[in-house]
């Protein structure tokens, strides 16, 4: 965190620093929400209990609390592996996943600070609606949430979508 008022510069957390905790961080991963409690969250690709990800929060006042508050699965049908940052509507964080899901081609999630929940409310198909999201989720004056899948869709080139939050319909 950087002090613009006295120039200086403090290091929060180093990432990888214990078992468990969250690693390499991509561009999309590194944008920050920022909650009415203060706490910063943010995402990581890899890391957490089996190296699939992260979602973290901190406290950047000192004593610079950090929590990894989930940890990414490859279990079932889980998504994993997020590369986009975190999108806020109302109480929630929307997401996506560039792995993992029914298809194991991505999912959209979302999560609740506070009780810490998670869930994939959109898993990809690769030919129909796309695979392998890698942006973040955009919340227009619509109350849809807009993204983009890297590849997949009906001309294998990729798609742009829209879900809604409250009915997660696609």
């Not at 890899?46 to 190296?51: E, F, L, R």
């Not at 298809?103 to 609606?129: K, L, R, W």
């Not at 798609?159 to 809604?164: A, N, P, W």
Request: aromatic content about 14%; cysteine-free.
């Amino acid at each position: 965190m950087y002090n613009y008022n006295t120039n200086t510069y403090t290091d929060l957390h180093d990432f990888g620093a214990f078992a468990g905790d969250g690693a390499q961080i991509i561009a999309g991963g590194s944008l920050l929400y920022v909650s009415s409690t203060g706490l910063l969250y943010g995402l990581t690709t890899h890391g957490g209990s089996v190296n699939y990800g992260t979602i973290y929060s901190i406290l950047p006042v000192s004593p610079y609390t950090y929590t990894v508050v989930y940890s990414f699965s490859i279990t079932g049908t889980a998504g994993n592996i997020p590369y986009g940052g975190l999108t806020q509507v109302g109480k929630n964080l929307y997401g996506t996943n560039n792995m993992g899901g029914t298809n194991g081609v991505g999912t959209i999630f979302e999560f609740t600070p506070g009780p810490n929940t998670y869930s994939d409310i959109h898993s990809f198909t690769a030919a129909t609606d796309g695979s392998g999201p890698q942006a973040s989720l955009i919340l227009a004056s619509d109350g849809l949430l807009y993204g983009t899948a890297f590849n997949g869709g009906s001309s294998s080139g990729g798609t742009f979508f829209s879900i809604s939050p409250n009915s997660h319909t696609f």
